[in-house]
Nanobody
Framework: VQVMESGGGLVQAGGSLRLSCTVS????????LSWFRQSPGKEREGVAC????????HYADSVKGRFTISRDNAKNTLYLQMDDLKPEDTAMYYC???????WGKGTLVTISS
């Protein structure tokens, strides 16, 4: 199983980024998927998750109303649209598949003030 995140980068506060996560080697459409993040010196935190069909989503309070998780089962891809970004969103973002059993190596998001 391979999990690969992409789309991170450096943006100014108030800007947007869209992260992608491609998953191969498992039955993607039957996999619960999540985004996590970890900042230096802080514990990893769950950002958002989505059920197999994409009909149910959950978000951390810190990102509600600004981030949107979605999936395209035909492309085996998970997305995280991040809008109105804040400096405190700076972190390494990770994708997790199959109830958090498989993880990617992360993509770095840096928000400048």
């Amino acid at each position: 199983v391979q999990v690969m995140e992409s789309g991170g980068g450096l943006v100014q506060a108030g800007g947007s980024l869209r992260l992608s996560c491609t998953v191969s080697g498992l039955n993607f459409e039957n996999s619960h998927l999540s985004w996590f993040r970890q900042s230096p010196g802080k514990e990893r935190e769950g950002v958002a998750c989505i059920d197999r069909r994409g009909s149910s989503t959950h978000y951390a309070d810190s990102v509600k109303g600004r981030f949107t998780i979605s999936r395209d089962n035909a492309k085996n891809t998970l997305y995280l649209q991040m809008d109105d970004l804040k400096p405190e969103d700076t972190a390494m973002y990770y994708c997790a598949a199959q109830e958090n059993y498989y993880w990617g190596k992360g993509t770095l998001v840096t928000i400048s003030s």
